[in-house]
């Protein structure tokens, strides 16, 4: 079974800096790969997903993640925090074909002005 | 419109009583999901149901019972519930497997007193 490590629980960035939201999972066949946002009191959205090609995802309100296999990593990024971006996020992952996500823990993300 | 949508969106009960949480999918999707997310925020997959047939029961106590009348509708029955029930209750739709993005509903917040 697919497992999906969050790096940090809780971070906390200044309006217009960088975001970066770390994820790694475990599989030795790359996997379908996610970024759900939560905001609060409402369900997941999904911000990007790699399920195969171009190695550098790009997603909703300028997010991007990158796959790195030898790593196994797809971490999050935006170039610049603004204060509606706020919000829970999560990692997830999928074997090819299957029709369970597992999801990370999440991290919680907070801009300060 | 709403794409899926759950009722009821609040439910406080007490310890022992049955209780329901409806689902519908508008998208035409041929899959649904339950998942429950506990108050540490993590997410956790319950079941699936692919063309009214189970695919997805991970170990979840058999006081939990979902239903599927059809492929629009996922109904999640909880008999006896217990103070550890309270959660928040997702559900989700996808078209085939994961290849496509999954749809969430705005969640059901269960309290059990």
């Known amino acids: 079974a697919q497992s999906v490590t969050q790096l940090g629980s809780h971070v906390s960035v200044s309006e217009g800096a960088l975001v970066l939201l770390r994820c790694n999972y475990s599989?030795?066949?790359?996997?379908?790969l996610f970024w759900y946002v939560q905001y609060p009191n409402q369900g997941l959205q999904l911000l990007l997903k790699?399920?195969?090609?171009?190695?550098l995802v790009k997603g909703i309100n300028g997010f991007e993640a990158e796959f790195k296999k030898s790593e196994t990593s797809f971490h999050l990024t935006k170039p610049s925090a603004h204060m509606s971006d706020a919000a829970e996020y999560f990692c997830?992952?999928?074997?090819?074909?299957?029709?369970?996500?597992?999801f990370g823990a999440g991290t919680t993300v907070t801009v300060r002005a | 419109d709403t794409a899926v949508s759950q009722t009821p969106k609040y439910l406080v009960t007490q310890m022992g009583n049955d209780k329901s949480i409806k689902c519908e999918q508008n998208?035409?999707?041929?899959?649904m999901y339950w998942y429950k997310q506990d108050s540490k925020k993590f997410l956790k997959i319950m079941f699936s149901?692919?063309?009214?047939?189970?695919?997805i029961n991970e170990t979840v106590p058999n006081r939990f019972s979902p239903k599927s009348p059809d492929k629009a509708h996922l109904n999640l029955h909880i008999n006896s519930l217990e103070l550890g029930d309270s959660a928040v209750y997702f559900c989700?739709?996808?078209?085939?497997?994961?290849?496509?993005?999954?749809?969430f509903g705005p969640g059901t917040r269960l309290t059990v007193t």
């Open positions: 989700a739709s996808s078209q085939g497997d994961l290849m496509r993005e999954q749809y």
């Open positions: 599989s030795s066949v790359p996997p379908y």
């Open positions: 790699y399920t195969t090609g171009a190695t």
């Open positions: 997830a992952v999928s074997d090819r074909g299957d029709y369970k996500l597992s």
């Open positions: 998208l035409g999707h041929d899959t």
């Open positions: 149901y692919n063309n009214k047939e189970l695919i």
